[in-house]
């Protein structure tokens, strides 16, 4: 029986070849689009899920307070893991783990000048792969890590260093602050895509003792407390968090060294990379919209589908009423369609994921994302996939059959149908809601793109045009004063400036006592020399004294909200401040500007001027910031300071970034959200008009002999065409009037994450509006003109 369903569904997809196409093909587009999203939410939600102990691994945070403010601190101290331990027999085990966050140059000694500027180094303790579930193809993971300058490469540096050799034994040597030569003890495999602790490099943390740049480090770092390590801690029960954290509080209510108020906290390792995301690199806080999406679009490719399958019904009406008169059941003409549908379905599935597999290459590069192939074929991603396919068939095939197995054999035995059979009440719903969700994207795709745009071209107190940046290493050393000068010499550089964070990019915080002496406040704060404020234009609200020299020790240049937040006098400029047992003198007052971004309100914040910057540069770093000129080949100046650059520091490579895109790139998750809505925008409008082309040749289908009449009384060609358009009209109009509060509440709460937002206007809810009616106008025309110049012979002819 049903090898015969499946031959009958076979020869009704060949002989409707175009109508199947169309029904297959925005099934699938709908379930690619599923597919897609669902894979990026089901592998941002499985991080760091493949541990073998991982869900009783934790990570260790506190929050102190300094100066009545709340600060939470990621990196523990050196010692924190050992004494914790000692003191709490509930943890099993620690680990503790330090992030180069500076890029390294590497080299293999055997070929000192083959180097390679490297990132993702960390420290480890030995037990590193004892203690996490990341594979070794080489080495022994008790004892890779216990020797001074022992190192594990990644399969990829492996590969990259030492080719198809055993690299273990091998030395490469690895340049931060300072050279060291490491000795390769062990090779792993590459850290899966979803793992928060990724690595090419894992050196011993036995070497830190021994490294001049470290070891005062690790030596101030012997409490419990804030500091440079990641530290994690492996519980002997899920259920003991409470008591560990108790012993920790008692430990540091007895040390006299300890922070205000300092609390620490246990988060599991499975929500690091979703809750403790501070880079927010895959725009995680955008996690939740796109299964929301996802649901929308499946929902439009499933009415879309149902409403053209029964849209064809009456070419299958005498097909139901034989089958009927000879006795078949509704119950076996329902199981027919069914297979029908569930051979349809499939055939959309298979496609769509042939259409996933191809398109996610750029989805997952306009997300910024990467997800491993191996990933693809998890039993996780295996199992979602065959619950998308399980509730598609379902689903898909439920309405078809129900109204198909309804037909009267003796209306359907005469090819027509009844005008209640297949729906039509439901189908209008269904195409208000397709609709409704359509214009609701197009008007939250408007108001994202308006909002992006202001905030790119939204007046931040900084003149951001024409600014290059150039990240400096502290390995220029003494050199740096004569590259300074150097650059501000060449043609089209008009003047430079140096900080020690890049513009938007960090900074500094300092505990500092205003006009209340007794109420200390933390003061955001940016080391920078004297010329900073004229190179990015930055407007004084209160100048410096005549003739007065603002940089220097003890010296500070503050912002308006500086000088409401510390209560100081209305120009404080000679009056002073005080950080510490220093008091620090207020050289000027500058307008406030954006240094970080627009989400935020400007924070108070301090210019503190570094008087000699070749000797301040020379432990820290820097960046440089020179000023273009009008009419300048940008190529030529680039590849000039690139040759000055590399005259002092042949090993680092050479970047460089425009202060303006430096801006922009604060707002990466809001430029993938924009241009990925967009995209869905597109598809779920163009779904949302097939499912109204399916309702408009269902319509006008069972007004055949209505239109005939009109015809034959003199009805012209563009009074049909409007009075078939009509109907259809209305329910585009009814889907804006529904999706025009629902998006406008969505943007509402949208925009007020920014400090810094626009107002939604009137034209963004008209614009998707008219696009909407547009759409429909097209759509419903089509079958409308077909009707109006129809033979009314033919309309009017009944068997």
Request: charged fraction near 20%; hydrophobic fraction near 45%.
């Amino acid at each position: 029986m049903i090898k015969n369903y499946l031959k009958i569904a076979w020869r009704n997809l060949v002989r409707q070849r175009l109508f199947s196409l169309i029904n297959i093909t925005g099934l699938a587009v709908g379930l690619a689009v599923c597919m897609l999203i669902m894979l990026y939410v089901a592998h941002e939600h499985s991080y760091d899920r493949f541990h073998k102990n991982g869900e009783r691994i934790y990570t260790l945070h506190a929050s102190i307070k300094i100066g009545g403010q709340a600060l939470n601190m990621t990196y523990m101290s050196f010692a924190a893991g050992p004494i914790v331990k000692q003191n709490q027999p509930k943890v099993q085990d620690y680990m503790r783990t330090m992030d180069n966050v500076k890029q390294v140059i590497v080299y293999d000694p055997a070929k000192p000048d083959v180097k390679f500027a490297e990132s993702k180094m960390m420290f480890a303790d030995a037990g590193f792969f004892d203690f996490f579930s990341f594979k070794l193809s080489s080495g022994n993971p008790s004892t890779v890590l216990t020797r001074p300058f022992s190192v594990v490469l990644s399969k990829d540096m492996a590969k990259k260093y030492f080719g198809d050799s055993d690299p273990v034994g091998k030395t490469l040597t690895i340049k931060s602050d300072s050279a060291y030569t490491y000795q390769v003890t062990g090779v792993a495999e590459n850290a899966p895509s979803n793992s928060s602790i990724d690595f090419n490099f894992i050196a011993s943390n036995a070497s830190l003792s021994s490294m001049k740049d470290m070891s005062n480090r690790i030596g101030e770092q012997q409490r419990i407390g804030p500091g440079s390590f990641n530290i994690y801690l492996l519980l002997k029960d899920r259920a003991d968090t409470a008591q560990v954290k108790r012993v920790m509080q008692s430990i540091v209510k007895a040390d006299k060294q300890a922070f205000d108020d300092e609390r620490f906290s246990l988060e599991p390792l499975a929500i690091t990379h979703l809750e403790n995301n501070y880079g927010d690199t895959a725009g995680t806080k955008y996690l939740k919209i796109f299964p929301i999406v996802a649901v929308l679009v499946l929902l439009l490719a499933l009415v879309n589908y149902m409403s053209l399958s029964t849209a064809r019904a009456a070419l299958r009406a005498k097909e139901v009423g034989v089958r009927k008169v000879t006795g078949a059941s509704r119950t076996n003409i329902a199981r027919q369609f069914y297979v029908e549908s569930a051979l349809f379905t499939s055939l959309s599935f298979l496609l769509g994921y042939v259409l996933c597999y191809a398109f996610k290459p750029l989805f997952l590069n306009a997300l910024k994302l990467k997800i491993d192939n191996s990933f693809l074929y998890s039993p996780l991603v295996l199992l979602l996939m065959a619950g998308l396919l399980l509730v598609t068939v379902l689903i898909a095939g439920s309405y078809p059959s129900l109204v198909l197995s309804s037909f009267k054999p003796v209306i359907t035995l005469k090819g027509k149908m009844s005008k209640q059979s297949g729906g039509v009440t439901v189908r209008r719903v269904f195409t208000t809601l397709q609709f409704a969700i359509s214009v609701g994207l197009i008007i939250c795709g408007i108001v994202i793109d308006r909002q992006l745009y202001y905030l790119r071209h939204a007046e931040t107190g900084i003149n951001k045009e024409n600014v290059v940046m150039i990240p400096v290493n502290s390995t220029f050393g003494e050199h740096y004063h004569a590259f300074n000068q150097e650059v501000k010499n060449l043609a089209g550089v008009t003047a430079v400036a140096t900080s020690h964070y890049g513009m938007f990019q960090g900074y500094d915080m300092y505990m500092v006592n205003g006009k209340n002496q007794k109420q200390s406040s933390m003061l955001p704060a940016l080391t920078v020399d004297e010329n900073f404020i004229s190179v990015l234009g930055l407007k004084w609200k209160y100048p410096p004294l005549l003739n007065a020299q603002i940089a220097g020790r003890n010296k500070v240049v503050i912002n308006e909200e500086a000088l409401s937040k510390l209560q100081l006098d209305a120009n404080p400029v000679g009056s002073f401040i005080k950080a510490g047992t220093e008091n620090i003198e207020i050289m000027g007052v500058v307008k406030d500007f954006n240094f970080s971004t627009l989400q935020e309100p400007i924070k108070p914040l301090g210019l503190f001027m570094a008087q000699d910057t070749a000797r301040y540069w020379t432990k820290f770093g820097c960046n440089l910031f020179a000023r273009i000129g009008p009419k300048t080949n940008l190529p030529t100046l680039i590849d000039a300071i690139k040759g000055i650059y590399k005259k002092y520091d042949k090993d680092t490579p050479f970047t460089y970034t425009f202060l303006d895109d430096a801006f922009n790139s604060q707002y990466q998750a809001e430029d993938r959200l924009a241009s990925i809505f967009s995209i869905f925008t597109i598809i779920t409008v163009i779904l949302a008009g097939m499912g109204l082309f399916g309702l408009a040749a269902f319509t006008i289908e069972q007004r055949t002999k209505e239109i005939g009449v009109r015809k034959v009384l003199g009805a012209s060609l563009s009074s049909i065409s409007t009075l078939l358009s009509k109907d259809f009209l209305k329910l585009i109009l009814l889907s804006i009037i529904i999706a025009s509060p629902v998006a406008w509440w969505a943007m509402h709460n949208w925009l007020q994450g920014f400090a810094y937002r626009i107002n939604i206007q009137w034209w963004m809810f008209v614009s998707a509006g008219i696009l909407a009616v547009a759409v429909a106008i097209i759509t419903v025309s089509y079958h409308a003109i077909k009707a109006a110049i129809a033979n009314p012979v033919d309309s009017l002819r009944s068997e």
